[in-house]
């Protein structure tokens, strides 16, 4: 159950942050939804940082998972993964006003969470 729960968490995580960045980077600069300027590049570059980090974040959990099951079971990494997961929940709250990515990121640190406990 635990090495499901594990695969569950990071997966979760690549999984939306890789949507994030279609529906929220790309879908906007494909249908130029926003006009030139500083703003723009504010919101392009926040949200590509914030979903591409989770991708990559994401991808490494899983590599790492199925390499050395016995090292994401860690307590030590596991407070890890839900510490970042915090930190990305804190920008969602500072910085981005709709609440899909607060919910996704909740869905992360929740199994990160249930993770840790079902050590």
Not at 11 to 26: E, K, N, P
Not at 54 to 71: I, K, N, P, T, Y
Not at 86 to 100: D, S
Request: proline share 4%; glycine share 10%.
């Amino acid at each position: 159950m635990s090495k499901y729960l594990i695969y569950a968490t990071y997966g979760w995580l690549a999984l939306s942050g890789a949507l994030h960045f279609v529906i929220d980077v790309v879908s906007h600069a494909i249908r130029a939804k926003h006009p030139p300027g500083p703003e723009t590049t504010l919101y392009y570059g926040l949200n590509t940082a914030f979903s591409l980090g989770q991708v990559a974040f994401g991808l490494l959990g899983l590599f790492l998972s199925w390499r050395a099951m016995h090292l994401v079971t860690e307590p030590a990494v596991l407070i890890l993964t839900l510490a970042a997961g915090l930190g990305w929940w804190g920008i969602t709250f500072l910085f981005m006003g709709y609440w899909e990515p607060k919910l996704n990121v909740g869905v992360f640190c929740a199994l990160a969470l249930a993770a840790l406990v079902m050590r």
